[in-house]
């Protein structure tokens, strides 16, 4: 047996094994397809749950950045004798 023969002979009984008589692949059953689509679902929410729940530890620690910049620069303006007179180049 030669290697065309062998492939021949494979792929017939790779023919035989998945498709009908007409040759005509099989439709999968409705079933897996509606286990799969739930599961696809599953893993979309927790995938998305995730990154809501990044994004929020990251505006959080945004915030508490933000407040203690703040907190020091109210004390660093309280210290200076000019107080309210502080020159901002940024503006």
Not at 62 to 85: H, I
């Amino acid at each position: 047996m030669n290697s065309s023969q062998a492939g021949a002979t494979a792929q017939g009984a790779w023919q035989s094994s998945c498709c009908n008589q007409s040759g005509v692949p099989l439709e999968p059953p409705e079933g897996p397809r509606a286990v799969q689509a739930a599961v696809l679902g599953v893993l979309s929410l927790l995938v998305l749950c995730g990154v809501l729940f990044l994004a929020a530890g990251l505006l959080l620690r945004a915030q508490g950045l933000t407040a203690l910049l703040a907190r020091e620069l109210r004390s660093s303006r309280e210290g200076e004798p000019g107080g309210a007179s502080v020159d901002d180049d940024d503006s």
